[in-house]
């Protein structure tokens, strides 16, 4: 359950690349999923978010180079620190400053930035927008492409089209966001062809939506990064699908292949998928911080980026404190859904 | 450039880096304003831009530039990054500024007169200059730009206007200011030259400038535009019926892959700070190349006052090592000059200071050391990623010095780490700086009670010359003292300054206008009003 700032998180994709939903997932309630199972796993999660906030905060101040001297660099000198550093209330002791911090949190105060004396909000907001904007567009594309990939690629397995896909799966699983990105650059901005522009330069207060050609390459880069594990899962629980007896039966009975697939396999073969795009979204939330540092596209990514050059301290917590909910949330998400998808799991193991 | 913030506030005539970026000496008569123009084009053989044409008026310039984050701001008088201080060139006239020859000019101002030894001026305004909401200019506006740098939580001009002595400011009349200060300072102009004016009540939220442009929108981080201001009165340039183009917009961009790329992918018409690997990438793709000479200097440093080099003939037989030309032909891939362990090229002392080239001699090295009982010296140098060449020329040296039997070792720290709590204690180092006139540099980096003195320099003869230049309100006079120090220097310095770094900004074949200063700073010294698009 952590969040991944940096390009790979080659651990936890390929945990997830195997198709789960498959093996019996001892987390899962045995009594059915009640309002009272999900309120549990909220609290769970409102804990895990509190104790990521603890680690952070408190590593934040043992880093060595303190905001201050970030601020002032090389103007810094002792007097000019001094000040700054009461200015911010650094000069407290961290546990105070802790305190002080959790309870203006507590009231709905997020803090003032270090760097521009604007309540945390301020940059948050818009920045926060905007990365929802690119995490949508991209859901948008690769759900739907990965099913329509993977569906395909199952009925003519061993095709060309398989056969290709997962060639060029295997080769993008391969390469970090951020390879993917800079070759999407060169090719679309810079030096091969100039279609797309290399920088989301997104006009100040605009709807990204509104300007869909800066969105373009870091969609197209999202979406070749998720795509590739989200097609092969579709694929692999495809094959297993028709494989299965009702798939047989039902072929049996003379039913048209269109029907077998749209009525009877398909339908039982996205509800491991269901889980996993939402999977795939609380791992995008990591995604986007490295993406949007290519394409320097305005969201919370490049917000975290600049705060964490400027040891901003109350805007780096707040940032985090949003990843790791939403990757609470997706999570949470994908096992209500895997629940409610799954008749014997809804039922407690009665059907 | 982004780690500035806070001044050093003190009762010294302490000078800011950023300072010193806007700074020179009013050395000499003034130029007539009108023929500023026609004397631009002498030293145009660095520039391989088309500047070429009949300036044509219309479009928007869209340009990519270094240095912002969320921390940017629109007062003048806060400005921090490299994009702060273009923001302000757009909006806001300097009080002073340097021509295209880099002898600074009276811009708002028609003159400053100092006293005897300099420690009270007169400075008067210009007449029927307005402010874009029609306000005209006059002295009020001068002297609440001045409480103004006091009254901010962080200007980095606190420690330049340290000897102002606010209390003592005087309306003489409508145009006329009278600044008494609290110690003699000769080069009061230069200061003056950092000062971008605002108009009593300035409100940072819908800033009022009398420059080339007006203010449309600003969002901290991302962009900022600005219209073509129909009534700006052209400054010492003359260069009435400018600007040329209809609007300007300059984007954050601080990433410099980012700023590259959008240059190539047509999203910007110019980049500044292009990096050196980068330049002949950008040529091969139609890119112009803006390559200016500069002053630019980016030291070694070596503490005078701790071992091995409070010995003069170590510090010596250091700048013996140092090849100059291999120097500046690996660290800045040539896009720099060699240069003689003094700063500020451009001043009139320093063209008119003799003193031989230093060329790298292994042999008189190695003699030196063995004198100082320093045959096989091992130190170790502090080098940072602080500015683009730094660690580069650090890591030639390294070899450098082993042809001579000294031993580098070299430890590489991040900028915070480095412009830390050892900063300017660090026995042996690096730095950077941008070029200014000779003697405002020894204010902030070597004189007595300077804030950076990062070689621990001291010497007496130096002091007393210093003192004397500082009293001295005649330019010319002032040049004998500023020898006297530059010899010391020369001799006995702890400064190894290698060479001088290009400014090196790219642009579209159709972004015309661009001339070469001899100041050098990006776009002809942010000097926005020249631009036109062919």
């Known amino acids: 359950m952590s969040i991944s700032l940096r390009p790979g998180g080659r651990a936890r994709r390929s945990a997830f690349g195997r198709a789960r939903g498959r093996e019996p997932d001892r987390s899962r309630p045995r009594s059915g999923v009640g309002a009272r199972w999900i309120l549990r796993r909220i609290a769970l999660g409102v804990v895990v978010v509190w104790g990521c906030s603890v680690l952070i905060f408190f590593a934040l101040h043992a880093l060595p180079s303190d905001p201050a001297q970030a601020i002032l660099g090389k103007q810094a000198t002792p007097q000019a620190l001094a000040h700054l550093r009461s200015f911010l209330g650094l000069d407290r002791p961290v546990i105070s400053q802790y305190l002080s911090w959790l309870g203006n949190l507590l009231q709905g105060h997020l803090g003032r930035s270090y760097a521009t004396q604007q309540p945390v909000t301020v940059e948050l907001m818009p920045a926060l927008e905007d990365s929802l904007c690119l995490l949508a567009a991209t859901a948008a594309i690769s759900i739907p492409l990965a099913i329509l990939l993977g569906a395909l690629t199952a009925l003519r397995r061993d095709g060309v089209l398989d056969r290709g896909s997962l060639f060029v799966s295997l080769l993008l699983t391969a390469v970090p966001e951020f390879v993917i990105g800079i070759v999407l650059v060169i090719v679309f901005a810079t030096v091969v062809w100039r279609v797309l522009p290399a920088v989301a330069l997104l006009p100040a207060h605009a709807d990204p939506f509104s300007h869909p050609r800066q969105l373009a390459l870091p969609v197209l880069t999202l979406v070749l990064a998720v795509v590739p594990y989200l097609y092969r899962l579709v694929r692999g629980t495809m094959i297993d699908v028709l494989e299965s007896e009702y798939v047989t039966m039902a072929r049996l009975k003379g039913l048209s292949e269109w029907t077998v697939v749209m009525r009877h396999a398909l339908p039982n073969a996205l509800i491991p998928v269901t889980q996993a795009s939402a999977i795939i979204m609380s791992y995008l939330l990591g995604g986007i911080v490295v993406v949007e540092y290519v394409f320097g596209y305005p969201g919370i990514g490049t917000l975290l980026t600049q705060a964490i050059s400027s040891r901003d301290i109350p805007t780096i917590e707040v940032v985090s404190i949003v990843l790791t909910a939403g990757v609470v949330l997706f999570n949470l998400t994908a096992d209500v859904l895997t629940v409610l998808l799954t008749p014997k799991l809804r039922t407690g193991g009665q059907a | ?534």
């Open chain 2, 1 to 534: 450039m982004r780690h500035e913030r806070l001044e050093p506030v003190s009762d010294n005539p302490l000078l800011s880096r950023r300072d010193l970026l806007r700074t020179g000496i009013a050395a000499g008569g003034a130029l007539a304003a009108g023929s500023m123009l026609a004397a631009c084009g002498s030293g145009a053989s660095a520039v391989t831009a088309p500047t070429g044409g009949t300036p044509k008026r219309g479009g928007v310039v869209r340009l990519g530039m270094s240095g912002g984050g969320s921390s940017d701001t629109l007062d003048p008088i806060q400005a921090v990054s490299n994009i702060d201080y273009y923001r302000a060139a757009a909006l806001f006239d300097y009080a002073y500024y340097p021509d295209t020859d880099f002898v600074i000019q009276p811009q708002l101002a028609s003159e400053a007169v100092p006293n005897a030894d300099g420690s009270v001026w007169t400075v008067r305004l210009r007449s029927g200059i307005e402010f874009h909401n029609g306000k005209t200019l006059g002295a009020e506006d001068l002297a609440f730009t001045l409480r103004h740098i006091f009254r901010v939580p962080y200007s980095g001009l606190t420690g330049r206007f340290a000897m102002v002595d606010l209390n003592g400011l005087k309306q003489v009349d409508k145009l006329t200011l009278r600044v008494p200060l609290k110690y003699p300072f000769s080069i009061f102009p230069n200061a003056l030259a950092e000062l971008l004016v605002v108009p009593v009540g300035f409100d940072e939220t819908k800033p009022v400038g009398t420059g080339p442009f007006m203010f449309q929108s600003f969002q901290a981080g991302r962009q900022s535009t600005f219209v073509r201001n129909p009534n700006w009165w052209g400054g010492f340039w003359g260069a009435t019926g400018t600007p040329y183009v209809d609007a300007l917009q300059l984007i954050d961009l601080d990433d410099d892959t980012a700023r590259v790329n959008s240059l190539l992918a047509g999203q910007v018409h110019g980049i500044d700070a292009v990096p050196f690997g980068e330049a002949s990438s950008l040529k091969a793709q139609g890119q112009v190349l803006f390559n200016v000479p500069t002053g630019n200097w980016r030291p070694f440093t070596m503490r005078i006052d701790v071992p091995p080099f409070n010995d003069v003939r170590v510090r010596q037989a250091m700048r013996l090592i140092v090849n100059r030309q291999q120097m500046v032909d690996q660290a800045l891939a040539g896009y720099g000059r060699i240069a003689n362990d003094l700063y500020s090229p451009e001043d009139p002392a320093y063209i008119s200071f003799d003193a031989p080239q230093r060329e790298q001699d292994l042999e008189q090295a190695r003699s030196l050391l063995r004198q100082a009982g320093q045959s096989d010296l091992r130190v170790r140098l502090v080098t940072s990623p602080i500015q683009a060449g730094v660690v580069e020329a650090s890591t030639v040296l390294v070899t450098q010095a082993a042809q001579a039997g000294v031993t580098i070792a070299l430890d590489q720290v991040d900028d915070d780490t480095f412009f830390g709590n050892n900063y300017l204690k660090w026995p042996f180092a690096v730095d950077w700086w941008t070029p200014t006139k000779y003697l405002d540099q020894a204010v902030v980096a070597d004189g007595p009670n300077s804030a950076y003195n990062e070689t621990h320099w001291s010497n007496p003869v130096f002091s007393q010359n210093y003192y004397a230049a500082l009293k001295q309100t005649d330019a010319a006079k002032r040049v004998p003292y500023e020898h006297e120090m530059m010899k010391l220097q020369y001799d006995e310095g702890g400064y190894i300054i290698w060479g001088f770094v290009n400014t090196l900004d790219a642009h579209s074949p159709n972004l015309r206008g661009l001339i070469p200063t001899k100041w050098g700073q990006d776009f002809s010294d942010s000097e926005f009003w020249r631009l036109w698009l062919a």
